[in-house]
Structures are given as C-alpha cells and as structure tokens.
C-alpha cells in the first residue's frame, strides 16, 4: 500500500506491541494524538488504516466497499471464531448463513432465553445463601452455559457444565492474548468441535434425537446455497456461534452488577421494562467489551482525503466510537438516561458491531443479551439482597478482554421477601 502523504501515520516500524501494551485505548490514544478519525499504521506485519466515530462506522459496514474474507487472522479463527463461520463470508453465501441465524434468534426466543436464564439463576439460590461467598463471573459462565445449551436442545451433563462453560470464555479470552492464554483457547475450540460435532454426527444419523426447531437440529439439517448440508466441522462451528456469545454474556453481567454498585442510585430507578433496558444499554455501551473489528477493503475509493486500496486491512474502534464526545455527551459518564433520549443509532453505539443485524453484519444475537442483561438485572435489584466484601474491582483496558479483576464477589446473599 502507498501512503497517503495528507493521512496522518503512526511512525513505527510495527505498531504490534503498542497494541499489545494499550488495548482498548490504542486507537483511540491516536486518534486524539493526531485529532482524526482515521490514520494509517503497520500492525500484524501489514499497513492498516485504523478508523473510529459513527461516519466511520457506517462507511465499515458498506459492502460495497468491504469484504470480511481474509479479515480475520487464523489465530483468531482458530480460537475465537472457528473456520468457515458466518463471521468471514461475504455476499450471498453470508446473507444466507446469516438467514440461519435470524431464523433462531426472533424476539420470541429472545424472550424465552430471558425467562428461562431467570429460572436458572433462581436454582442457584439455595447453595448461594449456604455459600461464604460467590464470584459471579464465575457462576454466571455456568448458568448461561446451561440456559443455552438447553434452550438450543445441546444435552449437557452437569459434570461437564463448568468445564464446557470454561472452554467457551477461553476461547474469547485469547483473542488479544499470546503465550498460554491464547494457546489454551486453542485448546478450547478444539475440544468444542469436536464435541459438538459428534452430536450434530449423532442428530443426523438418528442416534441422538433433536427436537425440530432447535439450534441444534435446525444448523445439523442446515442446506448451504447448492442445496448441501454443512459439513460436519462448519455445522459444529456455527452451533458454537450460537453457544459461545451467550455464555460470553457473562462478562457483560460482571459489568452489570459492577454498575450497579457503583451507581445504587440506579437500584429504585429500574422498576420497568423501559428503565431497565436503558441501563443494560449503557452498560454495553460504558464498559469494554469487543475493542476493535477487521476488514478488507473491497474495491478502491477514496475516503476523508484517505485512498483506501483493494485488499488493505482497516480496522474500526468499537470501544472508541462508544465512547466519541462528538457522539455521546459526557461519554466519560455512566448515564443511561442517554437511552431514553434517543442517543442511540445503527452507527454510534455498536457493542456487538454496527448496522442492521438483518442485512449486515452486527450481531444477531444482539437482542439475546439484551434480554439476558434484563433478566439479570431484574434478579440482582428484586429478588436477592447481598453485600460487597472488600475486593479488587479495577478493570485493565489493556487486557483484551478484560474483565474486574475479582470476577465481583458477592457475601451474605439471601432472598428477598
């Protein structure tokens, strides 16, 4: 790639380490270095163009002028993603994975997973009042774990539940991670498929039932655009997109209950649905969650003076663009308020990516965490009291991803009358 002589570059020979080193702050710390909202930089041995802000956004999930095959990296494929998932194709083929998708995750069963992930929370509530202590991270990961897999008819023993739980955030924990944390997420995927695979083997062959309509039954019967089943590794790798993001929701609901102790003011304010969801939001939105996204450019254009070439990487900053004083006030604030003034957009608040989920990219099970967030919050300000022990609850923004370093430990937990 030429560099563009009037778009500000980050002077290095590899910007890898900086990476490394300041996490979700490393584009963001450029972007008010060099005042832009874009600038180029060499990262993974490539020149890059790292952009942020809600016009940015926009212009990311264009495609026309974006492709996400060969966006990805292998090792985040192999730990995070999986080969061949819906998250690297393009056009028709990604319009038709993702058809798969939306066929599973409707309102309706939005809601059901709320309902049932509030059930399950509730059997924890017996052993909690017995417990000294609980870390809620922790036992979040096994109660979504076993929400999800019954909701999309995974059978699941509970010997197994904490160490399936453990391989889906481990997958997610080596994304920004090298040395053992990004090679025991490897470890994870690769155990995942192949237990997921044998039971999508075992739905087809009839060995194993599968009620019609469940995630389960409906990937492993799932036909490709030629009238084809997926193969075995595909199938078991798209039924973990669908198990894996929710058990992730667990870091979310760290966040949430952190905000909650942070902000008690909040507690009498959450009395409806509306309320509610307004501060899931801001949770989303104010907390670290996915730093960045990748991209290739698809077709040369020509953008904010910046000449975007065929195959150029581009990166857009998720965590800066939630947090851009051109497009939040007060972005530094916790404020979920903010949603109930119609703050929000396709574009400006993208947590788990931007645009519309039904034609795009974002997230299809945007509306599945929502509604577990709300289901959780309803729990946590309802149902139980409980007291926070004195603890470490600083989040790093360098890990990604990262997460209170205490996992939020709860003591003295009892049911509300």
């Not at 490897?186 to 469940?214: M, N, P, Q, Y």
């Not at 649905?273 to 501060?279: G, S």
């Not at 990516?353 to 599945?368: N, S």
Request: glycine share 6%; with cysteine; hydrophobic share 35%.
């Amino acid at each position: 790639m030429t560099m563009n002589n009037d778009v500000p570059q980050d002077k290095s020979l590899d910007n890898s380490l900086a990476l490394y080193q300041e996490g979700y702050q490393f584009i963001q710390n450029r972007m008010e270095k060099y005042q832009s909202d874009l600038f180029e930089a060499r990262l993974l041995g490539q020149n890059a163009v790292c952009i942020s802000g809600e016009e940015a956004a926009e212009l990311f999930y264009n495609t026309e002028l974006f492709r996400r095959e060969g966006a990805v990296p292998k090792r985040i494929q192999k730990s995070l993603f999986g080969v061949g998932g819906v998250q690297t194709l393009d056009g028709k083929q990604h319009d038709h994975r993702k058809k798969l998708f939306l066929s599973m995750m409707t309102p309706l069963e939005e809601k059901k997973l709320g309902e049932l992930v509030l059930e399950k929370w509730t059997e924890r509530l017996d052993q909690w009042e017995l417990a000294e202590h609980i870390v809620l991270f922790d036992e979040a990961k096994e109660v979504l774990c076993r929400t999800v897999c019954q909701w999309a008819g995974v059978p699941l023993k509970e010997a197994e539940v904490a160490e399936r739980a453990d391989d889906f955030a481990s997958m997610v924990d080596a994304f920004g991670a090298v040395g053992p944390r990004h090679w025991k997420g490897r470890r994870a995927r690769t155990k995942a498929e192949e237990w997921v695979g044998s039971l999508i083997e075992d739905v087809r062959t009839g060995k194993l039932s599968a009620r019609e309509g469940t995630p389960l039954h409906t990937i492993a019967f799932h036909k490709d655009l030629n009238g084809e089943r997926l193969d075995t590794h595909t199938a078991a790798v798209e039924l973990i997109n669908v198990l894996r993001p929710t058990v992730v929701i667990s870091v979310f609901i760290t966040f949430e209950a952190l905000a909650l102790h942070e902000h008690p003011q909040y507690r009498t304010r959450l009395t409806t649905d509306e309320e509610r969801e307004a501060f899931v939001q801001e949770v989303r939105r104010y907390y670290p969650f996915g730093p960045f996204l990748g991209a290739r450019v698809k077709k040369d254009f020509t953008w904010r003076e910046c000449d975007f070439k065929e195959g150029q990487l581009v990166l857009l900053d998720i965590y800066g663009t939630n947090h851009d004083e051109k497009e939040w006030e007060e972005p530094a604030q916790f404020r979920p308020e903010r949603f109930q003034e119609g703050a929000r957009s396709l574009f400006n608040f993208i947590p788990q990516g931007g645009g519309d989920p039904t034609t795009g990219h974002r997230c299809p099970g945007e509306g599945i965490t929502v509604e577990m967030m709300k289901a959780t919050l309803d729990f946590l300000v309802n149902q139980i009291e409980y007291e926070v022990p004195e603890q470490d609850l600083s989040f790093s923004l360098v890990k990604m991803p990262t997460l209170p370093a205490s996992g939020f430990m709860m003591s003295q937990i009892r049911r509300k009358a």
